[in-house]
């Protein structure tokens, strides 16, 4: 217990003379006189006149940064706009539109092109439609006998008056 | 408004006093009658003459850029410290180093060494130095307060004005400083 209370007191000294040296540092001779020589120096070193030089850049510098902006977007629009004029290479052309003299109201004023005739064509007589069917009489389909058949499917047998 | 400019308006007083301030002479007077605090309050940081006297200048360099607001102050001491922890703490960030000196004989010779042999004064001063490099592992709160207490001419009131807290704040963490201090001594061993 006494041997606690030695050492913390120990403790506490060893501290407290730390902190007394710490506290108590003597600066080094002349500093006051150093401090006020720094002091003048920043004070005529603020009293100067700003240079024409600097004067000239201070004012030089945003006008240079306002003029590279505006650079910067009148390039920006005028190549958004020759890009949107550009057709897209795989979009076809829109119909013509007749535009006719004359019109009266708005309605009137655009008509589409009207087709060449507004009758129906008749089909020649070696017309045919998209597709035939390609079928035998009474509009039954004609297998072949040798056909290739999916295994497992049963064909009826052809009857024997029946034209191949 | 600049973080200096804001520690400027938090020590001025609500109205201006009465007294008027020759300002060319107020600097000079400044200097004359605080730049020694100033001078220990950096160095319980720095721990280096050199840097702790150029953190001093700079105090007095940021107080000439706002000369015209000097009577504006109501406590010159208070401002001027919280100036000055404030120029040591920001080099001390910048610089991400560790605020000790390892230059014992430059330690030795800022130290008062009364009546003592050189050999005395080198070896208690390697031992402070031991004893404020564990300092320097306390906790930031308790550090600064333990610091600042070191620093005679501070009273408790003023270390809490300049801390932004109350005096029983201050106490205790002075308290708490130096019972984790007592603990890191007996744990590093340190030469009794």
């Known amino acids: ?3 606690d209370q030695r050492v913390q007191t120990e403790l506490d000294g060893q501290i407290d003379a730390a902190l007394r040296a710490i506290g108590s540092v003597a600066p080094a001779a002349g500093m006051e006189g150093r401090i006020l020589t720094r002091l003048a120096e920043a004070r005529s070193g603020a009293d100067q006149p700003v240079r024409s030089t600097h004067r ?3 004012f030089m510098v945003p006008l240079a940064g306002i003029a590279s902006a505006s650079l910067v977007c009148g390039v ?3 190549a958004s706009v020759n890009h949107s004029h550009r057709p897209h290479p795989g979009m076809v ?5 007749l535009e006719m003299q004359g019109g009266v109201g708005a309605a009137s004023a655009v008509h589409p092109a009207p087709p060449a005739s507004a009758a129906p064509v008749p089909a020649g007589p070696a017309a045919r439609g998209r597709s035939t069917h390609k079928t035998a009489q009474h509009g039954r389909a004609r297998i072949a006998p040798h056909a290739k058949r999916a295994p497992g499917v049963a064909l009826p047998a052809t009857p024997a008056g029946s034209p191949q | 408004m600049s973080a200096f400019e804001g520690q400027l308006a938090g020590w001025m007083t609500a109205a ?3 007294k ?4 060319s002479q107020t600097i000079a007077q400044l200097v004359a009658e605080y730049s020694t605090t100033l001078y220990r309050v950096a160095f319980s940081v720095t721990r280096n003459a050199a840097e702790a006297e150029d953190a001093v200048q700079e105090t007095f360099v940021r107080v000439l850029k706002h000369e015209s607001r000097l009577d504006e102050i109501r406590d010159y001491r208070v401002w001027l410290v919280r100036i000055v922890w404030n120029v040591v703490l920001d080099r001390k960030r910048r610089a991400k180093t560790r605020p000790e000196n390892e230059d014992v004989a430059d330690y030795a010779r800022t130290l008062p060494s009364g009546e003592r042999n050189a050999d005395d004064v080198a070896i208690s001063s390697q031992e402070h130095a031991r004893i404020l490099a564990l300092v320097d592992r306390l906790p930031s709160r308790e550090r600064e307060a333990l610091l600042l207490s070191a620093v005679q001419e501070l009273t408790t009131a003023e270390i809490a004005a ?3 807290t109350t005096e029983s704040s201050i106490r205790s963490r002075i308290f708490r400083a ?3 201090l007592a603990v890191l001594l007996e744990k590093e061993g340190i030469q009794r």
């Open chain 1, 1 to 3: 217990m006494m041997d």
């Open chain 1, 56 to 58: 000239v850049f201070r």
């Open chain 1, 76 to 78: 920006i629009v005028v």
């Open chain 1, 93 to 97: 052309a829109p119909p013509p539109i």
């Open chain 2, 16 to 18: 201006p006093v009465a």
């Open chain 2, 20 to 23: 008027s301030v020759d300002k």
């Open chain 2, 162 to 164: 300049m801390l932004h």
């Open chain 2, 178 to 180: 130096r019972r984790e």
